[in-house]
């Protein structure tokens, strides 16, 4: 075997060492991209269930953000930053790091060359390493919404205030147990499923193409900025009204049954939540907070995917000297 097919620069990274290095990769871009979620969050909630659209406290994105930080400060504009960290490094490292094992594994199912880019296995490949993202992350994101949402100033929708990440966590399992830190699971697969299944898999074939057709070498900055700025607008695109439904369900209000389970006093699931609101808000409600949303995907996908290629690569040459 050549000392190139050896080189570690060759070898594709174990599942463990994805899985980080696109948990680390993820931060960078949450800290840049959080503040457009607090306003995504607000502008969702705005509104709620109300046919003649309700106050609207907030006229826009950039209303939201600076009336947050009028009242609020830059505590308010990167409320939830902690519990974002953990989920990026949850939801992230498992997209990043599970991706290409399940895609590497369904196209060796399906009897294809592990290194082609198949449609099919790389969409199912996508949805499916979201989808265990999502469930390992739903109490972190649970918090970070309901964080997000809540304004001491200007509250729109359910308001809880939590002191702390720790606090938030422990509040709701003492309240609700397990059940209450599982709450809106279903939306949480669902909406990161759908992104999943187009972030990496239009990433993968928006690089292929420029390197293919000699527009931009491999292993260029460029070449990863813009294959991640596709992919952003494809995600933001596919999961919005996911995406809001489950806003909606982590922050609606609970009740208690008589047999002691606490259920969501709006939805029952995300289904009935999209249906809710275009029967009341129309279909238009789905959208809305759908400018800071892509503010917040879109930065947060060129971000992600940019610093994972540019950290793995880093990585593989330390690793190389090393050896």
């Not at 490292?93 to 895609?103: H, K, N, Q, V």
């Not at 880019?117 to 994101?141: D, E, H, K, Y």
């Not at 966590?169 to 809106?184: H, K, P």
Request: with cysteine; glycine share 8%; aromatic share 8%.
């Amino acid at each position: 075997m050549s000392q190139r097919a050896k080189s570690p620069t060759n070898q594709p990274l174990s599942t463990p060492e994805a899985f980080v290095l696109g948990g680390i990769a993820a931060c960078f871009a949450v800290t840049v991209s959080n503040p457009a979620e607090v306003a995504k969050t607000r502008l969702q909630m705005q509104g709620e269930l109300a046919k003649d659209g309700g106050v609207r406290v907030y006229k826009n994105t950039f209303d939201a953000l600076v009336k947050t930080g009028r009242n609020e400060g830059i505590r308010g504009i990167q409320k939830g930053l902690p519990p974002a960290y953990g989920y990026q490094i949850l939801v992230n490292g498992a997209r990043l790091g599970f991706y290409e094992p399940f895609r590497r594994n369904l196209n060796r199912l399906f009897d294809i060359d592990q290194n082609v880019q198949m449609t099919l296995t790389s969409t199912i490949a996508g949805a499916s390493s979201g989808a265990v993202g999502a469930a390992l992350g739903n109490p972190l994101f649970l918090v970070k919404a309901r964080m997000q949402a809540y304004s001491p100033a200007l509250p729109v929708g359910t308001q809880r205030h939590y002191k702390s990440s720790f606090e938030a966590l422990s509040t709701i399992f003492q309240s609700e147990g397990l059940r209450g830190l599982a709450r809106g699971l279903d939306a949480a697969v669902l909406r990161t499923a759908m992104g999943s299944s187009v972030q990496l898999p239009s990433y993968n074939w928006t690089k292929n193409q420029l390197v293919m057709n000699n527009i931009l070498p491999a292993n260029s900055f460029w070449t990863y900025l813009a294959s991640s700025s596709v992919s952003g607008v494809c995600v933001c695109a596919i999961m919005q009204p996911t995406d809001t439904a489950l806003t909606r369900m982590y922050n609606q209000p609970t009740k208690i049954l008589p047999n002691g389970k606490h259920v969501g006093m709006l939805y029952r699931n995300p289904i009935d939540c999209l249906w809710k609101i275009a029967k009341t808000e129309g279909p238009l409600g789905w959208y809305k907070g759908t400018t800071a949303h892509f503010l917040r995907i879109t930065p947060h996908t060129i971000i992600t995917l940019t610093a994972n290629d540019l950290i793995i690569d880093l990585y593989k040459r330390v690793k190389g000297r090393s050896l």
